[in-house]
């Protein structure tokens, strides 16, 4: 059974960063595709970020340049750096991992991720 932990939410100020971390157990991130999604209230939720088994990486829009997803496979955790937070960046952040290969996971559709960490939220205030 895959867990998933995330950690590191908080609340900032705009303009300032926070670091998202992500444990799995029972799973080896060098394999498989991991994500970043995130939920503000009222809205649907949105992938942010993800990360292939060879490292490539996809973004939303509204996060480039501001947000990097990496993995250390060793400590088998994911992490998103925030940086340059912006108000609309407040949701519940979720860690999503997904055995499969990038061309499958790679476009951020949350339907395509199975396993679920519980969120951490992230408010970023004005």
């Known amino acids: 059974q895959v867990q998933l932990v995330e950690s590191g939410g908080g609340s900032v100020q705009a303009g300032g960063s926070l670091r998202l971390s992500c444990t799995a157990s029972a799973y080896t991130y060098s394999t498989n595709c991991m994500g970043w999604f995130r939920q503000a209230p009222g809205k649907a939720r949105e992938g942010v970020a993800a990360?292939?088994?060879?490292?490539?990486?996809a973004y939303i829009d509204s996060v480039k340049d501001r947000f990097t997803i990496s993995q250390d496979n060793a400590k088998n955790t994911l992490y998103l750096q925030m940086n340059s937070l912006k108000p609309e960046d407040t949701a519940m952040y979720y860690c999503a991992a997904a055995p499969l290969t990038w061309s499958a996971c790679g476009g951020l559709i949350s339907a395509t991720y199975p396993y679920w960490g519980q969120g951490t939220q992230v408010t970023v205030s004005s």
């Open positions: 990360i292939g088994p060879h490292g490539t990486t």
